[in-house]
């Protein structure tokens, strides 16, 4: 049996002239209501129940609410249900009333949904998840997580899987990035010797480094690309402060190979893909630029002498302000960064220009 | 450091509310992500061990310049290409929705490989839209997709292979700046019974010939050579932005079937009429209309723009719409700017007209702008004035520049 009373809203309405019927409703609590008829059957569900079963003609055969509805609840509910069910509203105050309608707290708003839900009210859901999507909207994920009281369970690991950065976040490539160096310090401090692992790796991707410059093209401008990743590692942390934001923001999916365990903060990537840096030859030479400072990106914890931290406490500073200014000035930073050993300040530039990024809750 | 702190106010035991979303049913939560920007959705994946996989099921993907932080251009379109593709990477389950549309898109071979995907996965709804520049080819899998309900491509080029056999549930057809061979566009539309809707725009010099017989909503802007409608019987919407250079209409001369019989002859469930720049001047061409046999009586709203009073031949076929829709609310007409007439207009005529038993019962609104008050537009409006019973709104918009003009017209009105 379909029941159309959501389409026709005055259609099921029985109202006699000197008698108005009523439907009881129990909630989960044992509570009973008594709703007039009309505005009960705007309800799918009741609607089905009272013809289906016969229920809800009486206080001793209420028809039982599924558990999701309290009573407070079940009044909001029947008060949406009583003001749409009236016949002859105009499109504009419905949308008016829906409007105020869902001005509520967010516990209350999620549990309308569910409520809505369980009564098979589809306007009501659409209206209130429409609602939720709104709160959630460019949130951070910690402004979600407290709106909603979400735990914040998955482990650092699962969190650094860039499988969850392929938005550019330029805040969780942060953690990341940070994270990363931290573990290796704890690395550092248990292991003696670990140089020289350190040292193989360096080398392993130096080569790779070498094979994708040599095939790359070596034209670019910049003059961060080196060979000897060792002398230039100071230089390469600095071109790296600014020139890594880059590529985190354009490259966060380059493909890959592998990582070793340890790896994942560093460069970003989960993808198994072709051993190839660039998946595809690519023409412009600003993407090859951008996948060799991806190699770049890995370098970065292997040198934790105190110096080193120094760089990475500034660098992640700058990295705080990068946040907040413009991709063209970053690039004319990365130009002009050329042989000099220092970052260049940037202005901050905090016009509505980065807009994207303090959307992201910069505060 | 901000990040760090924020890190650390979140350990567990700060909140002491339950969780208040993650357990509402998938449908709703669907639902929720849908409605969000694809880019929130896909960051949800973060927030808990729940909502890791929440977004991989949606069934809508929906991709803009919004996805990734604006960059320049060939950054720019390198990481939205990687985001698209690692999204439909990470999705699971059917996607029925896809729409992709940023004016720096450019054809790269990724989006290849996305229509195979999504050939794969039930696609229903494909919308691209590319930027300008080299314009994408199609690939032969989008052929494949059999569940294809609507179709939208912008700046693509289109070579269905000879033995395309159609899209069988396809409803709504959207092409604009696609290149595609000419009989090919007939082949498809013929060759998708449940097409309901079409949309062709900026074709150069199109001969088209539809037969759609379940054709509700015609949209075509362009350069026409022709357009017969030989079976549409259940069209109900119309609209034509006809473009008509000097060859076509030389072209013409020599043919010797009517234009207006040929392009709203089978269409008697019409509802509204929209014609622009040379569609009238297209209907006017061909024989001799005289007395028509058809009657539009479903037809309420005629829209009529840049009609040449002047001439004659498309005075008359503005009329002859006009007298065979019995059931006509409204209409808009506007003039267009050619220079004044040579000739008087033929007051016979118009005497006749106006004494004929043709009314416009149900006439209601009538606006007529770009008016430059020649002498045959007058005598068309006294005609609509003295011939509609219930009249209400007759709005008269006259052509800026001619001041003088105005005044005289409102003074003999």
Same mark, same amino acid.
């Given at each position: ?210 094979? *994708?410059? @040599?095939?790359?093209? $070596? #034209? +670019? ?8 990743? !060792?002398?230039?590692?100071? &230089? ?54 951008? *996948?060799? @400072?991806?190699?770049? $990106? #890995? +370098? ?8 080193? !931290?120094?760089?990475?406490? &500034? ?49 | ?413």
């Amino acid at each position: 049996m379909h029941c159309h009373c959501q389409m026709s809203e005055g259609a099921m309405a029985v109202v006699k002239p000197e008698m108005k019927s009523y439907i009881w409703l129990q909630t989960v609590d044992g509570s009973i209501q008594q709703v007039e008829e009309e505005v009960a059957m705007f309800c799918p569900m009741i609607c089905r129940e009272i013809l289906q079963t016969g229920m809800g003609s009486s206080k001793n055969y209420a028809i039982s609410l599924p558990q999701r509805v309290n009573p407070a609840i079940l009044g909001l509910i029947l008060d949406y249900c009583r003001f749409h069910q009236t016949p002859g509203r105009s499109i504009k105050e419905r949308k008016t009333f829906d409007e105020k309608f869902i001005r509520m707290d967010t516990k209350r708003l999620c549990e309308l949904t569910s409520a809505a839900d369980g009564l098979q009210l589809k306007p009501l859901v659409d209206l209130t998840s429409r609602a939720l999507a709104r709160i959630i909207e460019g949130k951070t994920p910690e402004e979600i997580r407290e709106t909603f009281h979400l735990p914040d369970d998955l482990t650092e690991e699962e969190k650094l899987e860039p499988l969850r950065n392929i938005t550019d976040d330029p805040r969780i490539r942060l953690l990341n990035r940070l994270y990363a160096r931290k573990r290796k310090e704890l690395k550092e401090r248990q292991k003696l010797k670990n140089v020289e692992v350190e040292e193989e790796r360096v080398d392993e991707r130096s080569v790779d480094d070498l094979l *994708s410059f @040599i095939n790359g093209g $070596d #034209g +670019d401008s910049k003059g961060t690309r080196t060979k000897n990743k !060792k002398k230039h590692r100071r &230089r390469k942390e600095q071109n790296k402060d600014s020139s890594s934001n880059n590529s985190n923001w354009n490259h966060n999916k380059e493909f890959d190979p592998l990582p070793l365990a340890g790896q994942n903060g560093d460069l970003n990537d989960i993808f198994v893909g072709s051993p190839s840096r660039n998946p595809k030859s690519q023409d412009s030479t600003a993407a090859n630029f951008s *996948s060799k @400072i991806e190699f770049v $990106d #890995g +370098d970065i914890d292997d040198d934790l002498d105190p110096a080193m !931290k120094e760089e990475l406490d &500034r660098e992640v500073e700058d990295f705080a302000r990068r946040l907040n200014s413009d991709w063209p000035e970053r690039m004319q930073e990365i130009l002009s960064l050329g042989q000099e050993r220092r970052p260049v300040p940037i202005s901050m530039n905090d016009n509505g220009s980065a807009s994207r990024y303090t959307s992201l809750g910069q505060r | 450091m901000v990040v760090i702190r924020v890190h650390a106010d979140i350990q567990m035991g700060d909140f002491s509310g339950a969780d208040l979303i993650s357990d509402l049913p998938q449908s709703i939560i669907e639902s929720i992500l849908t409605q969000l920007p694809i880019r929130d959705a896909v960051r949800t994946s973060i927030l808990s061990s729940k909502w890791r996989y929440k977004w991989t099921t949606l069934t809508q993907l929906v991709f803009d310049e919004e996805c990734v932080p604006r960059n320049e251009r060939t950054l720019f379109q390198k990481s939205l290409v990687n985001f698209v593709t690692h999204v439909l990477f990470l999705h699971q389950g059917p996607i029925h929705k896809f729409q992709i549309s940023a004016s720096y898109l450019q054809s790269c071979p990724d989006i290849d490989q996305w229509i195979l995907f999504l050939s794969r996965n039930d696609i229903k709804e494909l919308g691209l839209e590319f930027g300008e520049g080299q314009w994408f080819r199609v690939p032969s899998c989008l052929y494949n997709c059999k569940k294809l309900t609507q179709l939208a491509l912008v700046r693509c080029e289109l070579d269905p292979p000879i033995n395309f056999n159609g899209f069988i549930s396809l409803k709504s057809l959207n092409l604009h700046q696609v290149l595609v061979p000419p009989d090919a566009i007939e082949n498809i539309i013929c060759s998708c019974p449940c097409l309901e809707s079409l949309s062709l725009s900026y074709f150069d010099s199109l001969s088209l010939n539809i037969h759609a017989p379940n054709l509700k909503c015609l949209y075509l802007e362009g350069e026409f050579k022709d357009i017969w409608l030989e079976d549409t019987p259940l069209l109900v919407e119309m609209s034509v932005a006809m473009y008509m250079t000097d060859d076509i209409a030389e072209h013409f001369e020599q043919s010797s079937s009517c234009n207006f019989v040929k392009c709203l002859g089978g269409v008697p469930q019409l509802e509204r009429l929209s014609g622009h720049i040379d569609f009238t001047k297209y209907l006017s061409i061909g024989n001799d209309l005289g007395r028509l046999p058809l009657t539009y009586n479903h037809l309420k709203t005629i829209e009529l723009y840049e009609v040449s009073f002047e001439d004659m031949k498309e005075m008359l076929v503005v009329l002859c719409l006009i007298t065979s829709s019995p059931n006509l609310v409204e209409l808009h007409v506007s003039c267009s700017n050619s220079p004044a007439a040579t000739d008087d207009p033929d007051l016979d005529f118009w005497e006749k007209k106006r004494s004929s038993d043709c009314l416009f019962n149900r006439l209601k609104v009538v606006e007529m702008t770009d008016m430059s008050g020649g002498l045959q537009e007058m005598e068309f409006m006294k005609f609509l004035l003295g011939n509609s019973p219930v009249l209400e709104i007759m709005s008269i918009k006259p052509f800026v520049y001619d001041m003088e003009t105005q005044l005289n017209m409102l003074i003999e009105l």
